[in-house]
């Protein structure tokens, strides 16, 4: 499952998924809370980047937060540790194979993982089994095949195309946003709603030109220009135009679109 | 300006833009209304299509709608005329030659319009001249580079080209709402606001599947069925198949993406 996660464990990776957390919080975060006394699953935390905005909005819940990955782990935990949250432990552990018995979970929360695996299908009943009958499940996703942009470029989709072709060629989809709802549904869950989170980026959000359109978007796609041009799928001259003309997008003159989809559903109460 | 309007102006065509304006009015329309007493421009109004929604929302205040073809302007009389409003009058004119001074409006609305016209930013200075000191202008576009959906399918994704190639053809641009921001910032508007409004459609809006998915979008884009072929830009195979995909976007599994652009700017006080 983790082996093929396309982003890798480098500290700039890290700094990005940060940055990402930082300027998105409000846009993707603002809806979820969790009551006092209630245990909540995060199912794939990584370094940590959503744990710490999930503990500090809910600080009378019990988070559980599992990944992986022990290095990342030992990460998450640092910084929980400095951000002095004490609602949260951490555990090394798979989503399809979880330590708990079934029902063990008021909610479950899992953002930016299911577009890493190979059958997120199975990994959402897995964590619909670890919910309590009538939890909640949140799930958030990106969706690279939403992200356009003014001027549109040719070379700007290659680029993003690369990405795209790399995360399947590991096994996952990063147009899984759009899928939620089928996907949820899928897995027996029921009640599924889902909310898109547009980011539209224009010159009067300076914030979000260099937070998102820069140091989010097209930083990540800067990050796979090695594993592209090894893997064959793209030039460097049309890649690096692409990321050029990706940064023109961040120009005065210059829009850039990008959206989330975030979906709650319940595990019902058969 | 109107020779090249893609959409035709045969009576489906009409019952398609009142199906579109019948479904997306609280998305695009809640957050339009005008002060009794205040004078508002619609340009390009067509066969009526807002011009309802606009008079009805703002019943104190008055609406002088104007469009280049006399047969659309006949029907938009007889629709306002039937819905009992009396705060509209309808002129026959060209935006980029109005018959009114500088100055003679409090208010400009615009809809589904520039996406049409060869000089968008030449329109805007002109209704921009049309508004007093402080005036206010609404502009509203669809961009059909925002269209994605679950399944994908590269022959859906080739019959919209044919939409857009068929528009940029006829001197338009089908993926104008992304470009509003520095359109309005060009043409020397005052504080442009720009304000998504993504249409987010799955199995559990059955409404939207219908009146958006299968009849505005995937109606509109099987409309120009012959031209495309005429055109020589499609073989009828792939474009079939692609209005069949688009179609499967609106079954139990599927889920239908789009934005329409809103923007708000003024003509400045200098």
Same mark, same amino acid.
């Given at each position: ?93 798979? #989503? ?40 909640? #499940? ?21 680029? #993003? ?59 990540? #796609? ?49």
């Amino acid at each position: 499952m983790g082996r093929g996660y396309v982003h890798g464990y480098d500290p700039r990776e890290n700094e990005r998924l940060q940055d990402q957390a930082g300027t998105l919080v409000e846009l993707l975060h603002w809806d979820t809370s969790y009551p006092g006394g209630s245990s909540v699953l995060e199912a794939g935390c990584g370094v940590g980047a959503q744990t710490l905005t999930l503990a500090r909005n809910s600080p009378e819940a019990r988070f559980t937060c599992v990944d992986l990955s022990e290095v990342s782990l030992a990460q998450a935990r640092r910084r929980v540790a400095a951000a002095g949250l004490t609602n949260v432990q951490f555990q090394n552990a798979d #989503i399809l194979a979880l330590p708990y018995e079934a029902g063990s979970f008021d909610h479950v929360f899992v953002c930016f993982v299911l577009e890493h695996l190979r059958r997120p299908v199975e990994a959402l009943r897995a964590l619909g089994t670890a919910l309590r009958p009538g939890g909640t #499940i949140t799930v958030i996703e990106g969706d690279h095949g939403s992200a356009y942009f003014h001027p549109d470029s040719e070379a700007a989709r290659e680029a #993003i195309r690369c990405l795209v072709e790399l995360q399947r060629a590991a096994g996952g989809n990063a147009m899984i946003g759009r899928e939620l709802h089928p996907l949820l549904t899928t897995a027996g869950l029921s009640e599924v709603h889902v909310s898109p989170r547009m980011v539209y980026v224009d010159s009067s959000k300076p914030d979000l030109v260099d937070g998102f359109t820069k140091k989010t978007f097209t930083a990540m #796609i800067e990050g796979v220009r090695e594993s592209a041009l090894e893997a064959g799928i793209v030039g460097p001259e049309v890649f690096d135009r692409g990321v050029r003309d990706l940064y023109a997008t961040a120009g005065s003159n210059g829009v850039f679109c990008y959206t989330f989809f975030k979906a709650v559903a319940n595990r019902g109460w058969a």
